[in-house]
């Protein structure tokens, strides 16, 4: 095989359990964040274009199964089988507010004016928490048919999507009325529903297909039976010219979005590959596996001497943003000049 077409992916090791969700904030004045969920109960924070670990969000006392960072990256959200969903300090790893359920929290996500955060979990309800009110009881949806798996925002902030763990479709909620105002309809249950960065589509995941919807008027648009059951899917987020999926079979798969041909397979994971995210810019993605590790992949061809490997405690190779840059972003945690990783004296935990 030509080296050039040889994908080598930045590898990112940290975690000790699999890594379960993956989420990258929108291109920020300081450059772009990657959060990562994991069993292992400690989200961590990185570089979304190096990799490098910025600080780990210490608190949770079960598996975290989501997390989201608000569209500037100050704050990061999880939600845990601890029964908790947590709002975070994405600057100093500060624990800001823990909102309690009564039930596993599977999925949560910042509104776009950051205002709100919905959760969602095997209750079977959503709940949606004013941030500016925190301590004050959440908007409470509870006519979820099944235990829900993953929800987002759309329109806005006027309309809400779930899914369920053991059912098929992707509801579709008006915010005003609280009442489902559409259900597209899956064969399989959703593991996956993105919204595109334009609004345009919704890319969801269930059993072994991967199906694109009109975010607007609700229709099918495009329909890809996969080569095996994939969990997660993602839109390239600039063109819109391809899409990524992962699943049981450990490989991250790039198709043709208009053709769905497959263009490109990346192995390299040893478990299977819960969750695939495209970066904001569209340059790379992000593959979260069983086996504990995050890769980040080029979208493009890379020789081997242009991508290092990140290791565990921090990078290895190099490095496009300097320490101080980073720093200058992350006052609570610190990156060692020499590449290490180390959190600032003055805490104690993230």
């Known amino acids: 095989m030509d080296k050039k077409k040889v994908a080598v992916p930045l590898v990112c090791h940290g975690h000790s359990r699999p890594v379960v969700d993956l989420f990258y904030s929108p291109l920020t004045p300081d450059g772009f964040f990657l959060i990562s969920a994991s069993k292992d109960s400690s989200p961590m924070l990185r570089n979304g274009e190096t990799g490098d670990w910025i600080g780990t969000f210490e608190g949770h006392k079960g598996a975290v199964w ?112 609280g009442q489902i105002i559409q259900t597209l309809e899956t064969k399989s249950p959703v593991t996956s529903a993105e919204v595109s960065q334009d609004g345009r589509y919704i890319t969801t995941a269930d059993g072994s297909t991967v199906r694109f919807w009109d975010a607007n008027h609700f229709a099918l648009v495009k329909s890809y039976n996969m080569p095996c059951t994939v969990e997660s899917a993602s839109l390239e987020p600039k063109l819109g010219n391809k899409f990524i999926a992962g699943g049981e079979d450990m490989w991250i798969h790039v198709f043709d979005f208009h053709t769905g ?64 840059e980073v720093a200058q972003k992350i006052e609570g945690f610190h990156i060692a000049k020499d590449g290490k990783s180390e959190e600032n004296k003055e805490r104690n935990d993230a």
């Open 66 to 177: 989501s997390c989201c960072l608000d569209t500037n990256a100050l704050r990061a959200a999880s939600g845990s089988a601890d029964f908790t969903a947590k709002i975070w300090d994405a600057l100093t790893g500060d624990e800001l507010h823990s909102f309690e359920h009564k039930h596993i929290v599977r999925a949560c996500a910042f509104s776009e004016d950051t205002h709100l955060l919905l959760t969602g979990g095997l209750e079977k309800i959503l709940r949606i928490f004013d941030l500016n009110r925190p301590d004050a009881p959440p908007r409470e949806v509870d006519k979820s048919p099944g235990s829900i798996r993953t929800v987002a925002w759309l329109h806005s902030d006027q309309t809400i999507l779930s899914s369920c763990t053991d059912m098929g479709g992707v509801r579709l909620w008006d915010l005003r009325s």
């Open 261 to 324: 041909k497959e263009i490109g397979c990346n192995k390299g994971h040893h478990g299977p590959v819960h969750c695939v995210r495209f970066a904001p810019g569209g340059e790379s993605y992000a593959s979260g596996s069983e086996d504990g590790t995050i890769r980040i992949w080029q979208t493009g061809p890379a020789c081997h001497d242009e991508i290092d490997t990140v290791g565990a405690n921090g990078p290895t190779g190099k490095v496009k943003v300097t320490a101080d």
